[in-house]
């Protein structure tokens, strides 16, 4: 499984962007995709995830009402709209793919098999 994080770029406070991830390669029905961010000098935190099969999405407090994730119907790109960014959003922002999670688990970074390589989100103030 192979994904392709892209769509990050330099924006000021109070802009939107949307970022996307394509997924190929051995496909699941099952399982997760889940975008996590990391920001320099701090750990991996998770940022949102959907279910594959179901399409149940579920955020972090700190994005819940400015961002969205959503998938194409073929389920093969997703996407994460990022709306009223903020300075502290910036990060590289991965994309991952996992094929059994639960969801205790889904906020974990642990709890996914596949990762991409990373889009850099540059919110300026």
């Known amino acids: 499984v192979q994904l392709q994080a892209s769509g990050g770029g330099l924006v000021q406070a109070g802009d939107s962007l949307r970022v996307s991830c394509a997924i190929s390669?051995?496909?699941?029905?099952?399982?997760?995709i889940g975008w996590f961010r990391q920001a320099p000098g701090k750990e991996r935190e998770f940022v949102a995830a959907i279910f594959r099969s179901a399409g149940n999405t579920y955020y972090a407090d700190s994005v819940k009402g400015r961002f969205t994730m959503s998938r194409a119907s073929a389920k093969n790109t997703v996407y994460l709209q990022m709306n009223s960014l903020k300075p502290e959003d910036t990060a590289v922002y991965y994309c991952a793919a996992g094929e059994r999670i639960i969801l205790s688990a889904i906020r974990s970074t642990r709890a996914y098999n596949y990762w991409g390589q990373g889009t850099q989100v540059t919110v300026s103030s």
């Open positions: 390669g051995r496909t699941f029905s099952n399982g997760a």
